[in-house]
C-alpha cells in the first residue's frame, strides 16, 4: 500500500520504519526542514523547534518500549546503543531504601533506556533516510485531507490522501503523526467528517528542565542510571543521566504557582535544585550545556478516529500524541507511540483492501493498549494536584500513610499506595515497575489480588513512604526571588 504519514516526529518515523519492513511504501510530511547532523552532538546543540518543543524535555525510553524496540527495529536499537542510550536495569532503578536487591534473569524486562531525545530522534531519522521503502520529504506542511468515494455504511468520507504546500499527495492510507497540536479536527471538518470524540484530563504542571555534562565518573551522588524523582509537597524535581555523559534535570511546579515563573533564568533554576539536599551533591559534579527550556500547556488527552461504531474518515489512522498525551512525567508518550505505530502495521497487514474494518480494528487496539494509561494517568494526576494543592494553599498535608489513588477498597490499590509501600518490599517494587514501565495494564496490578494483600501488609508494618526531606521555605523563597 501507499502510504503518507503527516509529521516526521518520532512516532511517525517508528511507523514509516516498520510499516515500509512490513512491504508499504512510505511518504513521510514533516513541515521542519531538519537539516541533516553528523552527530547527537550536532543533533542536540539544535535540536530546539518551535513545533515540537518536547525533543529538548527530559526523557527516559520506558521498559515496554525497550522490549518493542529489540524486538520489531533491532538495528535501530543497536544504533541507540552506539549513540550512547544507557540501559538502566531494575537495580539500577532501586530505591536507597530496598533492602532486598537480588536481581534474576527475569528482570531484564523492567530494564530501561536513558538517553536524551534528540538523540533518538537523530537515530530514528538517520535509519528512515536510510530505509529503501520510506521517503521523507521535510519543509512539506500538510494542509487537509483529500476525499474520494464514499465508503459503505455509515462511516464518514473516504480520505485518499492530503493537500499540502508543495501540491497533493494521494495514497491508500493517510496516518496522523502531527502531534499534539494536530490540525486534523479542522481538516476533518472541511471535509464534512464529524469531530474526533475527545477525552482531556487536569495534568497541571508545568516542566523547566536543563541539560549538564558529568565532570567526573567517581565520587557521584548517586548512581546515574537511576533516576531521581522527588515529588515534593509543592513541586516536582527530577534528575538522571543520558547517553554520553550528560544529566537532564527538570522541576515541575503547578501551572498554577506563578513563584516559579523566573525558574527559566538559569541563576534562579540553580539556587532552587540547591534547596533540594539530594541535588546540591549533582550541581557539584556536573557543568550545564544548555539553557532553561520552559514548557507549559500540558494535558491528558485522548482521540478517537471512531464514533458510536462508525469510522469518521476510512483511509485516516492515527499515531502518537495526535491519539494521547500523558503527563510527561510518567514517560509513557514513547511507549504509546511505539505500539500504536506496530497496531497499525497489524491492522494494515489484516485488512489490507476494507478501510473501515481497519478503523474498527485500530480504535480495538487504541481502547486496549493506549486508554488504560491515559484513565491510569487522568487518576494518578488528579490525586497529585489535590494534595499539592493543599499545601500550596497551607492546609496540613496529607500523612503520607494515606497515599494518592482512588478511594481504599479493599480489592483494589491505588498508584499511590503502590508507591508508598514499593521502598519496603521488593514484590512491590516489582508491581510498581511493571506499572511504570507500561508491561501489564495498571488495573490489572492494582486488582491483583497478591498485590493488594501485600500493599495492606506493608502499610500496617511501616504507614508508608518515610517523608521525603523538603526545601527550608526560606530558602526556597529565597532562591525563587
Ligand atoms: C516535557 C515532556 C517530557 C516528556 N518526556 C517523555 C519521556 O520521558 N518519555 C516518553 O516516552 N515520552 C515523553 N514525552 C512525550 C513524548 O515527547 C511525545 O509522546 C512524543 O514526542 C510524541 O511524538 P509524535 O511523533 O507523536 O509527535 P511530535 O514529536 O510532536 O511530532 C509531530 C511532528 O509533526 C510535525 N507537523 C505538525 N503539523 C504538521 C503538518 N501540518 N504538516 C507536516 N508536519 C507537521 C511537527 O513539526 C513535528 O515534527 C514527554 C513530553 C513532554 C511534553
Not at 520529504?137 to 464518514?156: F, H, I, M, Q, S
Request: hydrophobic share 40%; net charge positive.
Amino acid at each position: 500500500m501507499d502510504i503518507t504519514i503527516v509529521g516526521g516526529g518520532a512516532a511517525a518515523l517508528m511507523t514509516a520504519l516498520l510499516a515500509a519492513r512490513d512491504g508499504h511504501r512510505v511518504t513521510v510530511l514533516e513541515r521542519d526542514t531538519l537539516p541533516r547532523q553528523a552527530t547527537g552532538e550536532d543533533a542536540a546543540a539544535s535540536a530546539f523547534r518551535g513545533s515540537a518543543p518536547q525533543v529538548v524535555q527530559p526523557h527516559v525510553l520506558l521498559s515496554l518500549f525497550r522490549l518493542l524496540m529489540r524486538e520489531h527495529l533491532p538495528d535501530v536499537y543497536r544504533d541507540l546503543l552506539a549513540a550512547g542510550a544507557v540501559e538502566s536495569d531494575l537495580a539500577a532503578q532501586m530505591p536507597p531504601a530496598l533492602t532486598e536487591r537480588a536481581v534474576g534473569p527475569d528482570d531484564d524486562r523492567f530494564t530501561m533506556l536513558l538517553t536524551r531525545r534528540s538523540t533518538v530522534d537523530w537515530v530514528l531519522g538517520r535509519a528512515a533516510r536510510a530505509e529503501p521503502g520510506v521517503t521523507l520529504r521535510t519543509g512539506a506542511t500538510v494542509r487537509g485531507l483529500l476525499t474520494g468515494p464514499g465508503a459503505r455504511g455509515p462511516a464518514g468520507p473516504r480520505v485518499v490522501g492530503v493537500g499540502t504546500d508543495v501540491g497533493d499527495l494521494r495514497s491508500d492510507v493517510v496516518v496522523d503523526a502531527s502531534g499534539r497540536r494536530t490540525r486534523i479536527d479542522r481538516w476533518l471538518a472541511a471535509i464534512g467528517a464529524r469531530a474526533r470524540p475527545a477525552r482531556s484530563a487536569e495534568c497541571g504542571v508545568a516542566y523547566f528542565s536543563r541539560h549538564y555534562r558529568l565532570r567526573t565518573r567517581s565520587g557521584l551522588p548517586a548512581r546515574p542510571d537511576n533516576r531521581t524523582i522527588l515529588a515534593l509537597d509543592e513541586f516536582t524535581v527530577g534528575v538522571w543521566g543520558a547517553d554520553n555523559d550528560t544529566m537532564v534535570v527538570g522541576i515541575c511546579p503547578l501551572t498554577e504557582d506563578t513563584r516559579f515563573r523566573r525558574v527559566r533564568d538559569p541563576r534562579v533554576f540553580t539556587e532552587v535544585l540547591r534547596t533540594v539536599a539530594p541535588f546540591r551533591g549533582w550541581l557539584d559534579v556536573m557543568d550545564p550545556i544548555s539553557d532553561v527550556f520552559p514548557m507549559a500547556g500540558l494535558h491528558n488527552t485522548m482521540h478517537r478516529l471512531v464514533a458510536d461504531g462508525a469510522p469518521l474518515a476510512p483511509g485516516l489512522h492515527a499515531v502518537g500524541d495526535s491519539v494521547c498525551t500523558t503527563n510527561p512525567t510518567l514517560a509513557r508518550g514513547l511507549g504509546v507511540g511505539l505500539r500504536g505505530a506496530l497496531d497499525l502495521v497489524e491492522v494494515l497487514a489484516e485488512h489490507p483492501s476494507d478501510p473501515v474494518a481497519r478503523a474498527l480494528a485500530a480504535d480495538r487496539a487504541v481502547t486496549e493498549h493506549v486508554e488504560p494509561y491515559y484513565l491510569d494517568q487522568a487518576r494518578i494526576d488528579a490525586e497529585r494536584l489535590r494534595r499539592v494543592r493543599a499545601n500550596l494553599a497551607g492546609r496540613p498535608p496529607r500523612s503520607p500513610a494515606a497515599p494518592a489513588g482512588p478511594a481504599p477498597s479493599v480489592d483494589r490499590v491505588g498508584f499511590g499506595e503502590l508507591a508508598a509501600t514499593a521502598p519496603h518490599d521488593a514484590s512491590l517494587f516489582r508491581s510498581l515497575t511493571t506499572v511504570k514501565g507500561m508491561l501489564a495494564r495498571p488495573d490489572d496490578v492494582y486488582t491483583d489480588p497478591a498485590v493488594v494483600r501485600r500493599v495492606r501488609a506493608v502499610l500496617d508494618t511501616h504507614g508508608g513512604t518515610p517523608g521525603i526531606a523538603q526545601p527550608d521555605p526560606t530558602a526556597l523563597h529565597r532562591a525563587l526571588r
